[in-house]
């Protein structure tokens, strides 16, 4: 069990630029969880895959925001024409199916738009 | 809808000192997880504890203790004899296992500083 990896740690671009985040989870984890921090607050829910199948979008996550995870193993969250607002901490996250079942974060992708 | 609320914003102890992180929650759901994570100045959030809407025993695992009272919707959490390396966020969490299985609600957090 290495953990849930995230890559890169951090990311500065500028405005209007697309980035590509990538998370590996735990291997025997099925679900895969991205979520959003911001300073001073706590993550905040973007989306969520159960294996290969994105089951549920937050409306956080605007039309510039996609995520995939082929095959159900990695997944990676792309942002297009970045703004601003879209600096944050991109936390990703992994469990097994039950509910209660704790999930794992990465150490998150910190994203700073210039 | 869920929410979790952390009234304290910031803590200050002295090493030594227990120290007790607070937090309230609302869900309609009739099961659900409440966990507690800590996040280090290095970012990564670290699960701590979990405990079910069925089961308010209290427990106690090395210096952390929680208090589970589902009468005042609270899941308050004891650090005992706090250490310098305590020092981080502390985040108070609730999952429902009803419809949203699958998405963890955070309150804000509160920022734990153990002084020397």
């Known amino acids: 069990d290495t953990g849930v990896s995230q890559n890169p740690r951090h990311k500065i671009t500028k405005r209007g630029q697309n980035v590509t985040f990538r998370c590996d989870p735990i291997?025997?984890?099925?679900?895969l969880y991205w979520y959003r921090q911001t300073l001073g607050q706590g993550p905040e829910f973007l989306t969520y895959?159960?294996?290969?199948?994105?089951?549920?979008k937050s409306r956080l996550l605007s039309d510039r925001f996609s995520a995939e995870r082929p095959k159900g193993s990695f997944s990676t969250l792309e942002i297009q024409r970045t703004e601003q607002g879209d600096s944050a901490m991109y936390l990703c996250?992994?469990?097994?199916?039950?509910?209660?079942?704790?999930?794992?974060f990465g150490d998150g992708t910190r994203l700073s738009i210039l | 809808a869920q929410k979790v609320t952390q009234a304290q914003t910031e803590i200050s102890v002295v090493e030594k000192e227990d120290v007790t992180l607070d937090c309230v929650y609302e869900t309609r759901d009739t099961t659900y997880y409440l966990f507690w994570y800590k996040q280090p100045p290095s970012g990564e959030l670290v699960f701590l504890i979990r405990r079910n809407s069925f089961d308010e025993q209290n427990e106690i695992s090395g210096r952390y203790s929680w208090n589970f009272q589902k009468s005042t919707s609270s899941f308050n959490f004891t650090i005992t004899a706090s250490q310098v390396v305590d020092s981080a966020v502390y985040f108070c969490?609730?999952?429902?296992?009803?419809?949203?299985?699958?998405?963890?609600?955070f309150g804000k957090g509160t920022l734990l500083t153990v002084n020397p």
């Open positions: 969490a609730l999952i429902p296992c009803g419809g949203s299985n699958y998405k963890l609600t």
């Open positions: 895959f159960q294996n290969e199948a994105q089951l549920e």
């Open positions: 291997s025997e984890h099925n679900r």
């Open positions: 996250a992994s469990s097994p199916d039950n509910c209660g079942q704790p999930q794992h």
